[in-house]
Nanobody, 114 residues
Framework: VQLVESGGGLVQAGGSLRLSCAAS????????MGWYRQAPGKQRELVAR???????SYADSVRGRFTISGDNAKNTVYLQMNSLKPEDTAVYYC?????????WGQGTQVTVSS
């Protein structure tokens, strides 16, 4: 499974960005996809994830501001980020879980200026 992210960039606080992650390769049996982020000096943390059955979960820090969605036909997952804050600055990684194996994208930088 290969994951390619796009949509990161620089935005002012209060602004919005939309991240996309396209999965290719053998995508059959992917159980779920999600987004993680890692800020400098911090551990990678879960932002949001969606399962094949449509169950969605969010980190408390982004609930109400971020929305994850998926397009099964395109094997693509999106992360709509609104009301961005400087503390959202991080490298955002797409993740896919398949048969208990994690796959990761290369990451996309999101920088929120104050």
């Amino acid at each position: 499974v290969q994951l390619v992210e796009s949509g990161g960039g620089l935005v002012q606080a209060g602004g919005s960005l939309r991240l996309s992650c396209a999965a290719s390769g053998i995508t059959f049996s992917i159980n779920g996809m999600g987004w993680y982020r890692q800020a400098p000096g911090k551990q990678r943390e879960l932002v949001a994830r969606i399962t094949l059955s449509g169950y969605i979960s969010y980190a408390d820090s982004v609930r109400g501001r971020f929305t994850i969605s998926g397009d099964n036909a395109k094997n693509t997952v999106y992360l709509q980020m609104n009301s961005l804050k400087p503390e959202d600055t991080a490298v955002y990684y797409c993740n896919a879980l398949k048969q208990n194996v994690d796959y990761w994208g290369q990451g996309t930088q999101v920088t929120v200026s104050s």
